[in-house]
């Protein structure tokens, strides 16, 4: 029983993170990740990682 109830946080967890990512990338959100919310110099095209 202890088991299904940590699957289930762990499932719930996950699935709220993958909901946050692809609501972002929807509204146009390059740099997901970036602590300065885009503005940074190499996040005018895309992030870097996005670039390569």
């Not at 029983?1 to 909901?19: K, R, S």
């Not at 602590?35 to 940074?40: K, L, N």
């Amino acid at each position: 029983m202890t088991d299904l109830v940590i699957i289930g946080i762990v499932l719930a967890l996950l699935g709220t993170a993958v909901t946050y990512i692809v609501r972002n990338k929807k509204r146009g959100g390059h740099c997901i990740g970036c602590p300065s919310g885009g503005s940074c110099p190499h996040c005018n095209g895309g992030c870097r990682s996005e670039t390569k």
